[in-house]
C-alpha cells in the first residue's frame, strides 16, 4: 500500500507506464525482493529509493531522481546493491568512494596528518587522535563528511561533556577543524561545527592553577631531593629545571649541542639556547646559566651515556619522563607539580626583587603585549636576565644553607 492509502503495485510490480502515470504522493513499491520503491513527493516530484539491511542495519539508498533515471536503471542499480549486501559489502561506502568523498573519520585523519606537524609535542598529537577515537568517531566516524549535520556534532559533544568537559571545548575546534579542511578541499560546503549551529549550553569554567610552593619553601625541596635516594640523573634535572625556571620537557629533553659554553676557561659562564621545536613560544630561547646552574652540567656530564641528552634515563637515548620528577616531588611530600616552580620563581622575582616584570616574564619564555608591540620589542632582555639568574639561584643557596642549619 501507498502512504496514501490507496492500492499500489506491490503484488504486481512497477511498469514504465504505471511510473510514468503515477502522481498521486505515497510510495510505490517494485515488489521484486530488493526493496525498490518510486516516492512521490506531494509536488508530484519521482524518485527512487531503496529499503535494504546493510550489515545488520536497515538503510534507505536514494537512486536517483525520474525520469533522469528509469524504472530499468533503478532495478539493475537496486539489484546490484542487494548483491554486495549480502556478500557483507556497503553499498553506501562504495558509493561514496566512487565519487571521491570521504567519511568524516577518513577526513580528520587527513586533517590531522596535514596539521600535525604544528603540534611540537608527540603526546599532544597522540592525544588529538584519541580524543576523536574516543569520542567523536563513534558517533559519526563512518558518515558521509557533507552529511554531518550539526545535531551529530551537538550530540557528540554534549556526550564528551558529560565525562570530559575539558576535552569536549577542544573538541569543538577540532571537528570545526575538519570541515574547514572538507571546505578547502571541496567535499563539503558548509560548516555544521560552528558556535553559533551548536547552541550548546554555556559551561561555567572553573581555572585550576598548577600547584605550587610558595618560593620560600623551594631551597628545602631541593635539599630534600638531593637527600633523597633518587637516581643522580633525577636530582640534577629537577635542581636543574628550578634554577632555569623552565618547563618540565625542555629540560627534560635537553640535549648538549644546545649550550654555547664561553669564557676566558671555556666553562665559567654559559648559554643555553632552546631551539624554537622545543619551546611553546615558537622561536629560539636563550636562558643565561648562573654559576650553580654550570656545575649541575658539569655533574651531569659526567655522567652522560654517552647520548646527546643532558639528563638521559636509565634508558639509554631515552629522555626523563614527566612522571618521573612529578612523582619524587610528591613522594617526598611536597604539594607541588612540577611546572609550580615556574610560578615560584615569578613570585619571588615579583616580591623579593626589583627586576622589572618585563624582565621576568622574559625569563619563563612569554610574550608580552600585542603583535605590534611584539614587532617592535624584539630584545629578549637577556643581559638583564644574567642578573636576575644568579639572584635566584643565590637566593636559593642562602635558603638552603637555612635549611640545613635548621636541620
Not at 558518515?143 to 565525562?163: F, G, K, N, Q
Request: proline share 4%.
Amino acid at each position: 500500500m501507498p502512504s496514501n492509502g490507496k492500492p499500489n503495485s506491490a503484488r504486481t510490480g512497477l511498469t514504465a507506464i504505471s511510473v510514468k502515470n503515477t502522481t498521486q504522493p505515497g510510495k510505490y513499491h517494485d515488489g521484486r525482493g530488493t526493496g525498490l520503491f518510486l516516492l512521490v513527493k506531494p509536488t508530484r516530484a519521482k524518485s527512487w529509493v531503496q529499503r535494504i539491511v546493510i550489515r545488520g542495519k536497515r538503510r534507505e539508498i536514494g537512486l536517483g531522481a525520474y525520469p533522469l533515471v528509469s524504472l530499468a536503471e533503478a532495478r539493475e542499480q537496486a539489484l546490484e546493491n542487494k548483491r554486495l549486501a549480502r556478500a557483507g559489502g556497503d553499498p553506501v561506502a562504495a558509493k561514496r568512494k566512487a565519487r571521491g568523498i570521504l567519511t568524516f573519520e577518513e577526513a580528520a585523519r587527513k586533517t590531522h596528518a596535514e596539521n600535525a606537524q604544528a603540534l611540537k609535542n608527540p603526546k599532544d598529537r597522540a592525544a588529538y587522535l584519541k580524543s576523536m577515537e574516543t569520542y567523536i568517531f563513534p558517533q559519526f566516524g563512518t558518515v558521509a563528511l557533507p552529511e554531518v549535520t550539526s545535531a551529530d556534532v551537538r550530540r557528540a559533544i554534549l556526550l564528551a561533556r558529560e565525562t570530559a568537559p575539558g576535552v569536549a571545548r577542544k573538541l569543538i575546534y577540532r571537528v570545526s577543524a575538519v570541515f574547514k579542511w572538507g571546505i578547502a578541499e571541496g567535499m563539503c560546503t558548509g560548516n555544521p561545527a560552528v558556535t553559533e549551529a551548536l547552541a550548546l549550553p554555556k559551561l561555567e569554567r572553573t581555572v585550576q592553577h598548577r600547584k605550587a610552593l610558595p618560593y620560600a619553601e623551594v631551597a628545602g625541596c631541593v635539599e630534600a631531593v638531593n637527600a633523597s635516594g633518587a637516581g643522580a640523573t633525577t636530582k640534577l634535572a629537577l635542581e636543574f629545571l628550578i634554577l632555569t625556571a623552565t618547563r618540565s620537557g625542555e629540560t627534560r629533553e635537553a640535549r648538549w649541542e644546545e649550550f654555547d659554553f664561553h669564557g676566558a676557561d671555556g666553562a665559567t659562564s654559559a648559554t643555553w639556547i632552546i631551539p624554537k621545536e622545543r619551546i611553546k613560544m615558537k622561536r629560539d630561547h636563550r636562558v643565561p646559566l648562573s654559576g650553580r646552574a654550570l656545575e649541575i652540567l658539569r655533574d651531569a656530564e659526567a655522567l652522560s651515556d654517552s647520548s646527546e641528552l643532558v639528563f638521559p634515563s636509565y634508558k639509554k637515548g631515552k629522555p626523563l619522563s614527566d612522571m618521573t620528577l612529578s612523582k619524587l616531588v610528591k613522594e617526598l611530600g611536597f604539594e607541588a607539580d612540577v611546572h609550580g616552580f615556574r610560578t615560584s620563581f615569578r613570585t619571588w622575582a615579583q616580591e623579593q626583587t626589583n627586576f622589572p616584570r618585563e624582565v621576568a616574564e622574559a625569563a619563563l619564555a612569554h610574550k608580552l603585549g600585542d603583535a605590534a608591540e611584539q614587532a617592535y620589542a624584539r630584545s629578549d632582555l637577556f643581559e638583564k636576565r644574567c642578573k636576575m639568574m644568579e639572584a635566584w639561584a643565590a637566593y636559593l643557596a642562602v635558603r638552603r644553607g637555612e635549611v640545613v642549619r635548621l636541620a
